[in-house]
Structures are given as C-alpha cells and as structure tokens.
C-alpha cells in the first residue's frame, strides 16, 4: 500500500521543494477572508486508465513513481505496470502473483512486495527492467508467508510487511521481527515504522525493537488506515503522529496521550471504509475509501474536495494514492487507474455538474452566476466540500445568449425576446421571433438598452420597472453581436457576416428614424477581413476582433489595419480571437484559433514591460484546454470562466499554480527491423553495436508528463542528421540503411506550455560490412603485394626461360587480373545501389535523390537557355519540367497499432510495389521516411502530374492488401502535388526543395480535406516583383495570388480539378 512517502521519498529534492511552496501558500491564504468563488470550483480535470487502456488487469494495489517521472502499479494478474506517458508495459514476477505494495528506494530502484515474493527492478543486458527476487536471501523457514501489504525504503534498508513477519533487507543482511500474533498494514512517519499487532495495539520500531507506542494500546483491535508526523495546534512538532483509523475516524497521538481530530468527512469516512491515505504537496491530506472514493481535507479537517463516481471516477474502490511531481493524484482502483489534476488552478464543469448544451454566455447577477447555454439558463450552486453544481431554471427555455445588469434588474436575451429578474420574478418584457444575442446599456442615456437580434437592431427604454420596447432600426436587417457607444453618440456595430457599421442612432436624444441611410459599412474594401466583426473595448477604445486578427481604425484615413500592439501576438501565425475581455490588471483574455492548422488556444494578452504598447501572449493553465472550442469569456476579480462546447473551465487566478517541474525525455526502447528489442530504456549499459546486417532501427521515447494534452518531440540522430527535426506528437520514428559508423540518437521533449525537457541519448555503432573491415583492406594489401612478389619470381623464371613462353604467361596474367577488376567493380556498383535503395519497399532513398537531382537541374538551365536564345521569353517545354507528388498512407498508425509493426512493413512493401508499377522509366519513387513517399515525374508538367497522382489514388484504394495472417486491408492514401520550377521565367528563384515542401503542405491539406484525395498548386501567372522574395509558406503564397491551389472534383475523380 502506498502511503504519504509516496510523495516525499519517490519524487526528490526538487518535488519536496515544491510541496514546502505549496505548504507555504496555503497557510498564507488560510488566513485571509474567504474569496467570493471558494465554493465555486467545477471538477478536476481527472483521466480513467481503464484495463483496454493500459493494457494490465482491472485491479491494482500500488503506484508509484521513479526518479525519471515513470509511473508503476502493482497489478492483480500481471505484475507491476508501467507507464511513461506514452505506453504501457508488464514486469511480471516469477510467480505472477498480485503486486500489493511499491517503494522507490534510496538507490532508485522500484522494490515490490507480492503474494509470496519480494524483490526489486533492475534492467537486463538489453536495458529492460526485470524483476529481481531477494527471497533466496531470506532463510528458509521465513519463507513462507503470502502478501507482502507494505513495503518501505528508508535509509536503514528497505522493509517488506506482511501479517506474519516484518522483514528487513539491508544489503547481504536479513532482519526479522516475526508477530505473536499477526500485525496488520504497517505505515512509515518520520523515518520510522509503526504496525499495528492485533490485540496489543500500535507498534513501532526502535533500533531493532519493536515496542508499543504509549498510548497505541486504545487501536488493539481497530485497523489503523494512514499515520503521519503531524505537528501540533501551535505549529510545533514534538512528534505528534495523525492515524486514521477504517471505522472511528482521526486521532492525534502525542505523549501517550490521545485525542480525536475531527474532520468534516468522518461520517463519510466510516461508511465508504477508509483504507488509505496521503498527504499533498498543499498540506492536503486524500483519503481513498473502499465504497466512496477519495476524500480532499484541508490541515484543519474541512472537506477541501471529493473525488468518486460523481465527478468522473470510473468506480468507487481505490487501493492506494500517490501524488506526482506535477501535482497530479494517481489512485489505483478496483477496474484499471486513473489521474485527477487536484494541484492545479483549472477546474472543469461538464454534464456531471448538471450542464447541458453547449455555453454561450456567462454572467454574475448578485452574487450568483448565470450560463447561458443552447438548452436554456442555468445558475451555479455552490456546494461545500463538492464540486459546484448547475441548476435548470425553468422559466428560460432555449438558446441564452445574452445578460446585462440594469439596477437592481437582471435581463436575459436569448430565443424568445429578453427576460428580466426582479425581486426573484421572471416575466419576458420584449417578446421576438428571432434570438436577442446582444445586449448592452447605454452609457450617454443609461435608460435606454441596445438589443442585438439576428435580424437587427432594437432599443428599449426603461421607465420605472417598466419597460418600453422602442421597436428595430428600420432598414438594417444584418445579424448585431456587439455595440460599441462612442462618444459622439454614434454607435459602431458588430456584425457576423457584414463588416462593421457605424450608425448614428440617436438625434438630440432620441432615435433618428433615418439613421440606416446615414450609415457608414465597412468591410473589404475599408481594409477588414471578410467574416465576423467583434467589437470589445481595450483601453477604453474599441477593438476589432476579426478572422485575420486584431484591428482598429484609422479615422483620418477611414479605413481599418491591423492592431500593431497585437500584430505578434501569436509570431508570424494569424488567427481569430474573440471575445476581447479586459480585465483591471490590463491583462486581455480571449479565445484564439487558426482553422487551416487546427490551432485552438485560450489565454490572454499581457502587456510587455516596454514602451511599444504590444502584448505578449500567456496560456498558463489554460495550456491544458488547447484543441477545445471555446464561445464565451467572463472574467472576475479571482477568477477566469470559459465557456464553449466542451463545457465550462474555470480558471482560480487567486490560487498560486504549481510550478511546472522540469522534465526529461527518455528513450525507451529500440528495436530492429524485425521487431527483436536491441535497448529496453534504462540506463547503466555499454554503447551497444551491430553488425552491418542490422542497421535498420526504431526507436521509441516518451516524456512522463501526463496533463490533458500529449508533449511534442525533436530528435536528432548524430552521425547523420545535421539539425533537430520539426515538432512531432509521434513518440516513435523509424531509421533504416545506416551505414557503418558510430551514432548517438538524441531527444527531446517540448510540453503543452511550451517547456523544453532535458535531453535523452543512446549511443550505438553499426559495423562495415565483412569486405570493408580493416581485415579485410590488410587481407587485400597482403594479396596485392603477394601477387607483386609471385609476378616478379615468375617474370624472372620466365626470363631464363623462353620469351614466347613470358608472353603467353603474361597475357594470362593480364586477363585473369582484368576479369577480377570487372568483378570488383560490379560488386562495387551493386553495393552503391544497395547504399541507395530502401531495403524495405525497394525504393531509392532521400541519397538518391540529393545525387540524381543536380541533373534535372542541369536539363532545366538547359532548356531555359535555350528558350532565352530562341526569344520564347525563358518558356519552359514541358519535357524539361518536374513534378514532385507527394503521398502518405492514410491513418497509416492505426495498422501498427492494431495489427503490429510487421502488418505496417508488410504494407509498405506493397505499397512500394504499386508504385513501381505506375511509374515510367523515366521517373523515380523515393521513400521519404515513414509512411511517406515522394515520387519525381520527370518530363511532367503539373496537369500531367494530376492525372498520375488520380492514377495513384485509386490503384492504391483498389488494392487489396494481405498481411502475414492471411488479413486483407483496404488502405487509401493522401496526396500533394507541386511543379518545378514555379516561375518558368526565371526558374532560379526558387529552389526545387521549396516545391518538395510545398507539395508536402498540400499533402496535409489533402489530409484535412477527409484523405484519399489529392491537392495540387500551380503558378497563377502573377508572379512577385523581382526584388520581393516569393512568399515560404503554402497559405501566404496562395492568398498573394502568386499560386493556385487545386483539388480533385468530388464529383467527378477523372474530370479537371477544382481551383480554389
């Protein structure tokens, strides 16, 4: 069972210095008022790790983590589990019986105690951690005993506890303290063991002894859950200890004296039968229970939080806990594991706090909190000790899109008119057919409400507690999602597909009757992009959030720019971001997404320390949401809500955030082209070598970091590759054909908050083969000089003998020597062509093509000449044009993971044979790496070039392909096509690597577009200025008009392609 050293010995130095900072921070608040939003916090974001998950049995007894960050639990069937963020692994033991307790030790090592056995982790000759039995150092008659509860590392060696005996193993010694009766679990607080023996009550162990602890006697007969160093109500530690008991709750336990400590759990406690515990980094103690979960108590007993059914937890039986270095609670449960983030700021509402739809809107009226959602309006309740909850209020049906304060005075828009609260009654006040979205108090005339409509704008003015409903703007039918009052009076308008419009309302006070025709509309040609305009002011001042960034407006000029303070806010990437919240730190919080790359991040915009004015962007926790779809922001004194259609995240900016440890990327296992483990991922072993034969290698990494979102990986093989490759969230990657040499492979991990780890590397040599050993060039210089000193004894024989005879033995000589030349050089050749195929698909390689490619190059000067001298203007024939086309297998990672890396080569070799098939003499299919090929069509204009990529397209969709088992798959691929060179009229302006990565990015657009399609660029004719470089990314240059961006017609495969 796991205990509270899980969290102080199994993460380091660095994770109690966490623990002291977070201790520090909760005493500091504990003594300040209570906040507005104590009680308002939703679910912790909490992940089940169910048995198809992690690949062991449904119950597990222990967990624990390891110096490096890995995760272990000790399983029921299958031995100890573990985990590294990336993938699950089995570490059985001799007996495969139940792991039922865990213990980092001193050494680093994972000692374990099982059902008749004891021992410790420990890597093989290959690196793969194996278990290693200590039982043959116990005598013979200590032998027998069955599970191992508790096993604990301390200084004085490591201890194994069963109900029997205690067992002590320090180096090549043994200690045993055999029960005369049977102890129970035993728990470890201040370096020292404490055990309850039945019928005599708690123990601890002094030196070698065993003695009762004054006092103890009172738990004779009651099983003691958790023991803890405790200090006393004054501060000080005078060896206090806190016990937890299953049925009579908590007591302290000081100078033989003991006294109860009560909690607001214990009822809950005592009948979900409370079976273990430990204590955060926070000051927090988690009780886990057999029947009710886990239990969150605060240094004074309060009910901090629960963790069961209710808030995610897939079942209501948890063994034991552990807290990991970045905050997050692992328990181990009857059916699998899972993770729940208790540490962190974020908080989480969804269908188990009673959500229902997707958010829209959210606001604060008198204290209580309102969301407006697509099924109607609900109110936060706040609960003690629980998660907040969502309440239905009946009298809203439909979308809510709208709140403002007026007085006393809560109004509601939403599907059929506006609403008003007062004095707890609701009544619709303004009655409509189509949905209120917007609604928003005058400031000039503080009486007067703008209502946005689908359809429109409307104004109703206050009198009293009446309402008075001024009607539309007569001639503006567009859909208002914002007003912005200026101080002239007139109005800037939002609107979701016309722009903005600048309207003058209200004349001398009241509404102008034609104030639609003395409108101003901005859109594309005032400088905005087309889509949604949404107004927010930021220093008071308007702000244009729209779908190419930010923008404000230019009154001299009448037209609309970007917003320099926020032109960088995102580096060179542009994205839509809305809503604008300000909030009194000048912090700006919205909702930032990039729909051509997926990029969907929530956080908000600082200001720099710097005169410019700009703002730089910060996620902090909200890292940890990215991918998510977010509608509404509402921003408070002490927190931050955001709303969208994965529920509502609440973000406490009150509550220090745990500070983001360091972390390091490992690699953990490499393997051979057939599968065969050359390094299982621990350290402490030579740099391994291979012969020639085996030089095609995978390797796989990961990064213990197990937050909502997955790290991203750079690698970088020493030896060959010459820089980091590009970000990728694939934790494996494959390299084939090395040549003789030796190698290092590094990597690294990048987190979702944008942290690097540290490095991991593993070293290795690939051997020459046989004929270019050092032997072997000896064996040939032996040879030659042999055969030098047997020519020249020959010649002189021969001298004295006849002239006729030397000639004919020469001439045989000559021609001996001559055919043995012809033979090195074919070996030679063949060796190259080795050196430059894919020895999996028979493919030339990347090597290939850097060799092949200055020659197409030099065909291409050629004809550009030429076409220069014969006045074609530099026009290029289309025998001296290339096309590259690029494709990948489709969900390519879903065969491996499925039916094993073997199925994937399987259909990469035939994949590799459709395209040789297709492909003519004169054109080359290179593996590009992966899953990846790039085939270059020589002589081949683009149109050509889509005619060959449909061809690809569908042989691939028809072919079936049969792995080793006799399964057939139907595989499709995605494809990306781009010419060379781009400008025919000056064809050096770009080089054909830039074609190579624009067909990649058409690949990927092919890939967002649903795959097994193909995507295509080609010159539009409107070339650049000569002195204005051609733009480097895909989107830039189509949007520049400078390409065209071609799609196969859904309709009609064969037919021309569809130009966006």
Known sequence: MMREWCFRDGLGPFARLLGLL????????SGLPARAGTGEAGLPLLRNYDTVGH??????WAVVQDRRGVMYFGSTDDGVLEFDGASWRTIATPNRSTIRSLALGRDGRIYVGAIGEIGYLAPDANGALQFVSLLDRLPAAQRDFADVWSTFATDDGVYFTTFKRVIRVQGDKVRVWN?????????????????REVGRGLMELVGDALRPVPGGERLADEKIAAVFAWPEADGSDQGALLIGTRTQGFYLLANGHMRRWQTQADTELRHGQFYSATRLADGRLAAATLLAGVFLLDPEGRLAGRIDKSTGLSGPTVYALCQDRQGGLWMALDKGVARAEVAAPLTHFSALNGLEGNTIALHRHRGTLYVGTTQGLLRLQAEAGRAARLIPVPQITGQVWAFLDVDDALLVGGMHGVHELRAGRWRLVRPSAQNTVMLQRSKRDPSRVYVGMLDGLATMRAQGARWIDEG??????????????????RLWLGTMSSGTIDLPLLRDGRRDAQAAQHARRFGAGQGLPAGPVFIHPIRGEPAFATSRGIFRFDAAAARFAADPRFAQLFGRETRQAFPLVEDARGRVWMFSQNLERSTKESGAAVPANDPSGRYRWEQGPLAGIAG?????????????????????????????????????????????RDGTLRFGGARGHAAAEFDADHNALRFEFAAPAFGARPNRFQVLLQGLDRDWSPPTREAYLDYTNLREGDYRFRVRAISPYGQISGEDSWAFRILPPWYRTSLAYLAYALAAGLAVLALGSWRSAALRARNRHLAQLVATQTRELSEANRALQTANASLAEISLTDALTGLKNRRYL????????AVLRRSHTQAVMLARGGAFDDDAQLTFIMVDIDRFKQINDRYGHAAGDRVLEQFG?????????????????????????????????MVLAERIRMQVAAHPFVLDDGHVLQCSCSLGLAGFPLDPAAPERTRWEFSVKLADQCLYE?????????VGVRPTGQVPHAHVPPPTELSAAVAGGWLELLRMSPLSPQAAPAAV
């Open 55 to 60: 690949g062991g049995s449904v119950q597990n």
């Open 628 to 672: 998510t779809a977010q509608a509404t922001v509402f921003v408070e004194e002490d927190a931050v809500w955001i709303g969208g259609d994965d529920g509502i995240f609440r973000l406490d900016t009150g509550r220090p955030s745990p500070i983001e440890p360091p972390f390091q990327a490992l690699v953990r296992r490499v393997a051979g």
């Open 472 to 489: 539309p703007v007569a001639g503006l039918d567009d859909e208002i999602r914002n007003v912005f009052e200026q101080e002239n009076g």
């Open 1006 to 1014: 092919a890939k967002r577009a649903g795959r097994n399609t193909w």
């Open 913 to 945: 044979g459709i395209l040789r098939s297709i492909c003519r003499d004169t054109d080359t299919a290179v593996r590009w790496g992966g899953e990846e090929f790039l085939l270059v069509a020589r002589h081949t204009p683009v149109e050509s070039g």
């Open 850 to 857: 850097a060799e092949r490619i200055a020659e197409d190059l």
């Open 22 to 29: 977070l201790a520090f921070a909760l005493l500091t608040l």
């Open 179 to 195: 029960a005369s009766g049977a102890f129970h679990i035993a728990h470890m607080a201040r370096d020292r063991l404490y055990v």
